[in-house]
Structure formats: structure tokens, C-alpha cells
Nanobody
């Protein structure tokens, strides 16, 4: 069973917003840190947002100020609120542990930013 199931992607115009969800099949508290990654064809997967066990968050420079990561331990869900989206944010988005568990990658959710 894949422990991470992502959803919430879609087609949005530049400047728009989306909220991604990642449902975790086990308690989030088991993870030291969790993150949202993204990947576009021909490129390596990129870590864009992290949420540490102590509540600290961190973001890639490319999304700083536009994306917000959060989590709900009771719902075993990690969220990524994405605002002011740009065409270069187009990618498949995944969640995983930090560092990632190679065997735990889910299907991801496609985000397309286009007019």
C-alpha cells in the first residue's frame, strides 16, 4: 500500500490558486519531516516545501511567499496551498518523507498553469 495519496491538482490560469492534499496511511507523527516535491518531464524531482516535526516550514526560493505547507495530524493530511501560480509551476506534485522513501512515491497530482 502506497502511504501517500495526492489530490487537488488541475488546470488553473496564471495568478490562480490551488490547494493540494496528501492523505497519509499512517500517523504523520511517525515522520521526522514531510515535504511536497514536484517534477516536470526531463527534470529531476524538486523539493518545494517542507514541514518539520517541530512545525518549522521551509520553501524553495521559486515558491517562497506563494506556497504554504500545512498539516492536520488528526486527518493524517498534508496540504500545499498554492497562490499566484505561474506557468513554471506546472508539474506533477508529490508528497513524501524527507529524505524521500523511494518505494513510497504515489501517483502524484498534475498541476497545469496555463491561459
Amino acid at each position: 500500500q502506497v502511504p501517500f495519496v495526492e489530490s487537488g491538482g488541475g488546470l488553473v490560469q496564471p495568478g490562480g490558486s490551488l490547494r493540494l492534499s496528501c492523505v497519509v496511511s499512517v500517523s504523520i507523527r511517525l515522520f521526522n519531516a514531510m515535504g511536497w516535491y514536484r517534477q516536470t518531464p526531463g527534470k529531476q524531482r524538486e523539493l518545494v516545501a517542507t514541514f518539520a516535526r517541530d512545525g518549522r516550514t521551509n520553501y524553495a526560493d521559486s515558491v517562497e511567499g506563494r506556497f504554504t505547507i500545512s498539516r492536520d495530524n488528526a486527518k493524517r493530511t498534508v496540504y500545499l496551498q498554492m497562490d499566484s501560480l505561474k506557468p513554471e509551476d506546472t508539474a506533477v506534485y508529490y508528497c513524501n518523507n524527507i529524505p524521500p522513501y523511494d518505494a513510497a512515491w504515489g501517483q502524484g497530482t498534475q498541476v497545469t498553469v496555463s491561459s
